[in-house]
Protein backbone atom coordinates (compact mmCIF):
# COMPACT_ATOMS: atom_id res chain seq x y z
CA UNK A 1 0.00 0.00 0.00
CA UNK A 2 2.92 2.35 0.78
CA UNK A 3 4.37 2.06 -2.38
CA UNK A 4 1.26 2.57 -4.02
CA UNK A 5 1.51 5.96 -6.26
CA UNK A 6 -2.24 6.14 -6.16
CA UNK A 7 -2.73 6.16 -2.49
CA UNK A 8 -2.60 9.89 -0.96
CA UNK A 9 -3.41 11.41 2.60
CA UNK A 10 -4.94 14.85 2.77
CA UNK A 11 -6.30 17.20 4.94
CA UNK A 12 -9.65 17.92 4.64
CA UNK A 13 -10.58 20.72 2.33
CA UNK A 14 -13.80 22.41 1.06
CA UNK A 15 -13.97 20.31 -2.17
CA UNK A 16 -13.57 16.86 -0.60
CA UNK A 17 -16.46 17.79 2.30
CA UNK A 18 -18.76 16.29 -1.08
CA UNK A 19 -17.04 12.58 -0.39
CA UNK A 20 -15.93 12.59 3.53
CA UNK A 21 -17.95 9.64 4.41
CA UNK A 22 -17.41 7.53 1.20
CA UNK A 23 -15.36 4.66 3.30
CA UNK A 24 -17.87 4.29 5.80
CA UNK A 25 -19.06 0.56 4.67
CA UNK A 26 -20.45 -1.77 7.07
CA UNK A 27 -18.20 -4.32 8.95
CA UNK A 28 -17.93 -7.40 10.55
CA UNK A 29 -19.43 -8.43 14.48
CA UNK A 30 -17.16 -11.31 14.66
CA UNK A 31 -17.44 -11.67 18.53
CA UNK A 32 -17.00 -9.41 21.68
CA UNK A 33 -14.06 -8.07 23.91
CA UNK A 34 -14.33 -9.48 27.53
CA UNK A 35 -11.62 -7.22 29.54
CA UNK A 36 -10.66 -7.79 33.24
CA UNK A 37 -8.58 -5.32 35.55
CA UNK A 38 -6.07 -6.77 37.53
CA UNK A 39 -2.84 -5.48 39.73
CA UNK A 40 -3.45 -2.15 37.75
CA UNK A 41 -3.59 -3.55 34.35
CA UNK A 42 -6.26 -3.65 31.67
CA UNK A 43 -6.01 -7.32 30.00
CA UNK A 44 -8.80 -8.52 27.49
CA UNK A 45 -10.06 -11.84 25.63
CA UNK A 46 -11.85 -12.54 22.88
CA UNK A 47 -15.45 -14.07 23.19
CA UNK A 48 -16.20 -15.04 19.37
CA UNK A 49 -19.54 -15.42 17.83
CA UNK A 50 -20.33 -18.80 15.95
CA UNK A 51 -21.75 -16.67 12.74
CA UNK A 52 -20.68 -13.62 12.53
CA UNK A 53 -22.86 -10.31 10.92
CA UNK A 54 -22.48 -6.93 9.54
CA UNK A 55 -23.63 -3.72 11.11
CA UNK A 56 -22.48 -0.31 9.92
CA UNK A 57 -22.45 3.57 11.16
CA UNK A 58 -24.49 6.29 9.98
CA UNK A 59 -22.83 8.73 8.14
CA UNK A 60 -21.36 12.01 9.95
CA UNK A 61 -23.07 14.97 9.41
CA UNK A 62 -20.91 17.52 10.46
CA UNK A 63 -20.08 21.15 10.32
CA UNK A 64 -16.86 20.83 8.34
CA UNK A 65 -15.69 23.89 8.32
CA UNK A 66 -14.93 23.64 11.79
CA UNK A 67 -12.73 20.57 10.81
CA UNK A 68 -10.81 22.98 7.79
CA UNK A 69 -10.48 26.26 9.27
CA UNK A 70 -10.20 25.06 13.01
CA UNK A 71 -6.37 24.64 14.71
CA UNK A 72 -8.09 22.01 17.48
CA UNK A 73 -9.11 19.33 14.70
CA UNK A 74 -8.70 17.81 11.51
CA UNK A 75 -9.99 15.27 9.05
CA UNK A 76 -7.00 13.56 6.81
CA UNK A 77 -8.67 11.74 3.91
CA UNK A 78 -7.41 8.82 1.77
CA UNK A 79 -7.41 8.81 -1.46
CA UNK A 80 -7.01 5.96 -4.33
CA UNK A 81 -6.53 9.03 -7.18
CA UNK A 82 -9.60 10.46 -6.82
CA UNK A 83 -11.68 8.17 -4.95
CA UNK A 84 -11.89 8.60 -1.34
CA UNK A 85 -11.33 5.69 0.18
CA UNK A 86 -10.46 6.26 4.14
CA UNK A 87 -10.72 8.79 6.87
CA UNK A 88 -9.68 9.83 10.32
CA UNK A 89 -10.68 12.34 12.28
CA UNK A 90 -9.00 13.67 15.23
CA UNK A 91 -9.68 16.42 17.62
CA UNK A 92 -7.44 17.91 20.54
CA UNK A 93 -8.87 16.77 24.03
CA UNK A 94 -8.81 18.58 27.22
CA UNK A 95 -6.33 15.65 28.77
CA UNK A 96 -3.34 16.82 25.85
CA UNK A 97 -4.46 13.73 23.80
CA UNK A 98 -5.43 13.82 20.37
CA UNK A 99 -9.15 11.63 20.75
CA UNK A 100 -9.92 9.90 17.59
CA UNK A 101 -13.53 10.41 16.63
CA UNK A 102 -13.45 8.28 13.83
CA UNK A 103 -11.79 6.44 11.58
CA UNK A 104 -13.18 4.02 8.47
CA UNK A 105 -11.71 2.22 5.44
CA UNK A 106 -13.68 0.84 2.82
CA UNK A 107 -14.33 -2.57 2.51
CA UNK A 108 -11.91 -3.18 -0.48
CA UNK A 109 -8.64 -1.55 1.21
CA UNK A 110 -9.01 -3.28 4.73
CA UNK A 111 -6.37 -5.11 5.69
CA UNK A 112 -4.22 -3.32 2.84
CA UNK A 113 -1.70 -1.13 4.90
CA UNK A 114 -4.48 2.27 5.02
CA UNK A 115 -5.44 2.50 7.94
CA UNK A 116 -1.86 2.07 9.30
CA UNK A 117 -1.12 5.64 7.24
CA UNK A 118 -4.38 7.23 8.69
CA UNK A 119 -3.36 6.59 11.95
CA UNK A 120 0.06 7.86 11.49
CA UNK A 121 -1.44 11.11 9.64
CA UNK A 122 -3.15 11.53 12.74
CA UNK A 123 0.20 10.68 15.44
CA UNK A 124 2.08 13.23 13.04
CA UNK A 125 -0.50 15.94 13.55
CA UNK A 126 -1.03 15.08 17.29
CA UNK A 127 3.03 15.79 17.32
CA UNK A 128 2.65 18.59 15.80
CA UNK A 129 0.61 19.92 18.53
CA UNK A 130 2.18 18.76 21.34
CA UNK A 131 -0.31 16.40 22.66
CA UNK A 132 0.92 13.36 24.61
CA UNK A 133 -0.70 10.99 22.53
CA UNK A 134 -3.62 9.64 20.91
CA UNK A 135 -7.05 8.11 22.41
CA UNK A 136 -10.20 6.67 21.53
CA UNK A 137 -12.86 4.42 22.08
CA UNK A 138 -14.72 1.32 20.49
CA UNK A 139 -17.68 -0.46 21.89
CA UNK A 140 -16.48 -4.15 22.85
CA UNK A 141 -18.32 -5.91 20.34
CA UNK A 142 -16.06 -4.39 17.31
CA UNK A 143 -12.87 -7.13 17.97
CA UNK A 144 -11.25 -6.21 14.52
CA UNK A 145 -11.35 -2.84 15.25
CA UNK A 146 -10.16 -3.56 18.96
CA UNK A 147 -7.39 -6.07 17.01
CA UNK A 148 -6.22 -2.79 15.00
CA UNK A 149 -5.61 -0.08 17.59
CA UNK A 150 -3.73 -3.27 19.81
CA UNK A 151 -1.59 -3.79 16.68
CA UNK A 152 -0.97 0.14 15.91
CA UNK A 153 0.05 -0.02 19.90
CA UNK A 154 -2.90 0.95 22.09
CA UNK A 155 -3.57 -0.02 24.86
CA UNK A 156 -6.40 -0.54 26.84
CA UNK A 157 -6.58 1.99 29.65
CA UNK A 158 -10.06 1.91 30.69
CA UNK A 159 -13.98 0.36 30.50
CA UNK A 160 -17.21 2.36 30.88
CA UNK A 161 -20.51 -0.34 31.62
CA UNK A 162 -23.02 2.60 31.32
CA UNK A 163 -22.31 5.08 28.10
CA UNK A 164 -24.00 2.78 25.62
CA UNK A 165 -26.67 1.68 28.16
CA UNK A 166 -29.73 3.17 25.32
CA UNK A 167 -28.01 0.02 23.08
CA UNK A 168 -29.29 -3.06 24.13
CA UNK A 169 -26.60 -4.72 21.79
CA UNK A 170 -23.46 -3.33 23.07
CA UNK A 171 -22.22 -4.03 26.83
CA UNK A 172 -19.59 -1.58 27.33
CA UNK A 173 -17.07 1.16 25.92
CA UNK A 174 -13.80 0.55 25.71
CA UNK A 175 -11.14 3.47 25.84
CA UNK A 176 -7.47 2.73 23.94
CA UNK A 177 -4.53 5.22 24.58
CA UNK A 178 -1.12 5.13 22.65
CA UNK A 179 1.20 7.34 24.62
CA UNK A 180 3.61 8.95 23.19
Not at 4 to 24: C, G, K, M, Y
Not at 120 to 132: D, G, H
Amino acid sequence: MEGTPNISIQALNEDSISVVNEANDPFPVIGKIIPSFCDGDWTHEEQLYETAHETSFPDDSLDWSAYISGEDKQVFLAFDETTCIGQIRVVKDWNRFAYIENIAVQKAYRQSGLGHLLMKAAETWAKEQSLLGLSLEAQNDNVIACRFYAKEGFELGGVDTLKQIGNPNIDMTLYWYKIF
